[in-house]
């Protein structure tokens, strides 16, 4: 499979704090890696710098082997890197639909003069994409509600909403930062479904959550993160057993 993002000697320091220091994984291509660790421990930091929204004080991070140092993050985006936020990001004033379709069209960019025509092909391609968010929301459960302004779906909803929207840019990588923070049981199950075949179709799951339940059934590995550093990586039921990852989180409020 290969690795699809390498991180190097990563660190970053907010004043005399280090949020991540030398800090450095690999995610193989066609898995769904889980990153955990207590709260402070690094991992939104080491999300934000993956994606650009930082930079990183010293070290390197590779996706598909090219560095992606200095770029910004509307560049690493269109490398095929998309992400979710731990308070969903969304338009509240378009609908559900509108909201998948714009993710579409910034994926597709349709030509100015056949839009401004309106020719049969702009016609056809509007119909396609229409099927396509709908296709996403349907994985998610949102195609009842998809007329429905944004801002009316309760958090469940909004999670799922963000979620259809990244995968609608068609990612290489997914970054899900606590995408199932507030939802209910029945609805981590179905979370938990919608997300478990994107891998064998080409989309690599990067996931930081809460519920290490959750993960544990679902990730194939799982690094772990305290004070900035990585203190274990590995398959689920080693990390489970992992005497430094049982004193971390005996001793410290969970992630």
Known sequence: MGRILEVRGLSKRFG????????????????????????????STTFNLVCGFLRPDRGEILFEGHSLGG???????????ARTFQTPQVFGHLTVLENVLLAIYQRRRPGLLASLLRTPGFFAAERQAQREAL????????????????RDL?????????????????????????????????????????????????VTLFWVEHD???????????IVLHQGTKI????????????EVIRVYLGEEEC
């Not at 770029?71 to 890197?81: D, F, Q, T, Y």
């Open 135 to 150: 296709s996403y929301l349907e994985r998610f459960f949102l195609a009842e509600e998809a007329r429905k302004p944004a």
């Open 232 to 243: 274990a990586e590995g398959a689920p039921l080693s990390i489970q057993q992992h005497p």
């Open 71 to 81: 770029l910004p993050p509307e560049r690493i985006a269109r490398l095929g890197i």
């Open 16 to 43: 005399a704090l280090w949020a991540v220091r030398d800090l450095s994984f690999a995610v193989e291509r066609g898995t769904l890696t889980a990153l955990i660790g207590p709260n402070g421990s690094g991992k």
């Open 154 to 202: 309760p958090l469940g909803k909004l999670r799922c909403l963000e979620l259809a929207r990244a995968l609608a840019l068609r990612p290489k990588l997914l970054l899900l930062d606590e995408v199932a923070s507030g939802l209910s049981p029945r609805e981590k199950e179905d979370l938990a479904e919608a997300l478990q075949g994107l891998p064998a179709q080409g």
């Open 212 to 222: 290490l339940h959750l993960l544990m059934g679902l990730a194939e590995r799982v």
